[in-house]
């Protein structure tokens, strides 16, 4: 076990789509949303994470309108009712500006900020930013990735995501980094980028790792996405024994209780 990190925390997915991979439609109403949150609340989840559109594979690009539409009112209902961590999952620079007015306390963008006027957006807050590595864009991220050398190449991406954000300047203790399974990476590549998730540690922020019934465990395993729990547990453990923080997953109990487990050891 490696560069194990102190705490982890667990981050619990609500989509508010119709056309997510995994949870897509089950969300899609405020009252719905609202529910899945106390659920996770009573579940023991550190954070929630609420996306309003579908980065999957061929998932159909939505309006900023449609977008704030679908999550702002999820978000405030949220805060009126707990103090919980809140996570917008976007990388619009509007639908960004009126979550922090909502109450997110994180963005997780999947484009790393380079949206028009995101960085200035997050530079003018106080909050936490994920960086995501992706190679290529959503809607064909997954049409034959390429790299010459996985780990240096997404290590030099991130790296470069930190150094413009601090320019800009956002505050490095609210930069979170996430090395993007499954966003323009093979089966292979995933297993490397798993195989490897330490190196990651030397950027010195905080580690999110997303793996929850995503392609590479249906992949191994042969199983549909309902069919995944178990093997996303497996990868989620083995992450956080490779260095990762934040583990986001749509199955909070069984992460929550797996990661338990893994602190036990460690601590005890």
């Known amino acids: 076990m490696l560069n194990i990190p102190s705490t982890t925390q667990v981050m619990g997915i609500i989509n508010v789509t119709p056309d997510s991979f995994s949870d897509g439609g089950k969300f899609f109403s405020t009252e719905q949303a609202l529910n899945q949150a106390r659920l996770m609340i009573g579940e023991g989840v550190d954070i929630i994470d609420v996306g309003g559109e579908s980065t999957r594979p061929g998932a159909k690009a939505i309006s900023v309108q449609e977008e704030l539409d679908r999550v702002i009112p999820v978000l405030e ?36 900020l380079q949206g028009e006027n995101s960085l200035a957006t997050i530079a003018q807050s106080n909050v936490q930013v994920c960086l995501m590595h992706m190679q290529g864009k959503p809607r064909s991220m997954q049409q034959n990735p390429h790299y010459n050398n996985l780990i240096e190449e997404i290590s030099q991406f991130l790296s470069q995501r930190i150094q413009i954000c601090l320019n800009a300047g956002i505050k490095q203790n609210n930069l979170i ?32 790792v997303g793996v929850s019934r995503k392609s590479m465990v249906g992949t191994i395993l042969n199983k549909p996405v309902a ?26 109990t069984a992460t929550v209780d797996a990661l338990k487990v893994v602190r036990a050891v460690i601590d005890g």
């Open 77 to 112: 209902k949220i805060r009126a009712e707990s103090v919980i961590k809140l996570s917008i999952d976007t990388s619009k620079a509007q639908v960004i500006h009126h979550a922090i007015q909502a109450g997110a306390n994180i963005v997780n963008d999947v484009t790393a």
């Open 177 to 208: 980094i996430d090395p993007g399974f499954g966003f323009g990476k093979t089966l292979e590549h995933n297993l490397l980028l798993m195989k490897n998730l330490q190196l990651f540690t030397k950027l010195n922020c905080p580690i999110l």
């Open 227 to 252: 069919e995944r729990l178990y093997g996303s547990l497996a990868l989620a453990v083995l992450a956080v024994t490779q260095g990762a923080n934040i583990i986001r997953t749509h199955d909070v």
